[in-house]
């Protein structure tokens, strides 16, 4: 089989995105310089459409049991769906809409922490844009990253996306409920994960029969 590998893109285009990353880089500094100033742990949940972030999120409020405790950074490119759905647990959420832009950057974050009110949050949990690629490269200023993967994305998906896990202090294989439906082993994408990255806790979960989210917790810190 021909495999034809992209050069990349060209000089002027490199330049900018170095100067581009190298800018966020510093405003997430400067983000978690003001979240450890104020004394709120704040984990940034990244993983694809569909695989069940807000769902985890919902159950981590839920276990947590800290009400306002826990504030949410939403991100989605226009609907305030998962928003809506986060503040029926009594948390305080903020929608960030990114129009085009696939993932979430520490500016936005930035905006989104000076315009929501942080008296007595300990918890900020920033649900990131669905996407397996984009979020991996921009760091928001967080404690931890979380990537969240599903049985329903198939066997091969840890193995696609390197990058985003080797960026994940814990990655969540959620749904393992229909691990048998969907012919998936997740006993290999475990195999997959700690191939990619060692380091990170690899966690299975039922996030909407709360099944794992006690080792999410742990793992986390919260």
């Given at each position: 089989?021909?495999?034809?590998?992209?050069?990349?893109?060209?000089?002027?285009?490199?330049?900018?995105?170095?100067?581009?990353?190298?800018?966020?880089?510093?405003?997430?500094?400067?983000?978690?310089?003001?979240?450890?100033?104020?004394?709120?742990?704040?984990?940034?949940?990244?993983?694809?459409?569909?695989?069940?972030?807000?769902?985890?999120?919902k159950?981590?409020i839920?276990?947590l049991?800290?009400?306002?405790?826990?504030?949410?950074?939403?991100?989605?490119?226009?609907?305030?769906i998962?928003?809506?759905?986060?503040?029926?647990e009594?948390?305080?959420?903020?929608?960030v809409?990114?129009?085009?832009?696939?993932?979430?950057d520490a500016?936005?974050?930035?905006?989104?922490?000076?315009?929501?009110?942080?008296?007595?949050v300990?918890?900020?949990?920033?649900?990131?844009?669905?996407n397996?690629i984009?979020?991996?490269?921009?760091?928001?200023?967080a404690?931890?990253?979380?990537?969240?993967?599903?049985?329903?994305?198939?066997?091969?998906?840890?193995?696609?996306?390197?990058?985003?896990?080797?960026?994940?202090?814990?990655?969540?294989?959620?749904?393992?409920?229909?691990?048998?439906?969907?012919?998936?082993?997740p006993?290999?994408?475990?195999?997959?994960?700690?191939?990619?990255?060692?380091k990170?806790s690899?966690?299975?979960?039922?996030?909407?029969?709360?099944?794992?989210?006690?080792?999410?917790?742990?793992?986390?810190?919260?």
């Amino acid at each position: 089989m021909k495999i034809i590998k992209s050069k990349g893109p060209e000089i002027f285009d490199i330049e900018l995105e170095k100067d581009l990353l190298s800018k966020n880089r510093s405003l997430a500094k400067a983000n978690r310089k003001k979240l450890d100033r104020l004394n709120i742990t704040a984990i940034d949940v990244m993983g694809s459409i569909g695989s069940g972030k807000t769902s985890l999120i919902k159950a981590l409020i839920k276990k947590l049991n800290r009400g306002e405790e826990v504030g949410v950074i939403a991100g989605d490119l226009t609907t305030t769906i998962d928003a809506d759905r986060i503040q029926e647990e009594g948390a305080r959420v903020i929608q960030v809409n990114t129009g085009k832009e696939c993932h979430l950057d520490a500016n936005l974050i930035r905006q989104a922490i000076d315009q929501m009110k942080l008296e007595g949050v300990k918890f900020l949990l920033i649900e990131n844009v669905g996407n397996l690629i984009c979020p991996g490269e921009f760091p928001l200023g967080a404690h931890k990253r979380v990537v969240v993967t599903s049985v329903t994305e198939g066997p091969y998906m840890i193995l696609k996306h390197p990058y985003i896990f080797k960026q994940a202090d814990v990655i969540v294989l959620n749904k393992i409920d229909l691990a048998k439906a969907m012919k998936v082993n997740p006993s290999q994408l475990e195999r997959d994960a700690k191939q990619i990255n060692p380091k990170a806790s690899f966690i299975k979960t039922n996030a909407l029969s709360g099944k794992g989210i006690d080792q999410v917790i742990r793992a986390l810190g919260l």
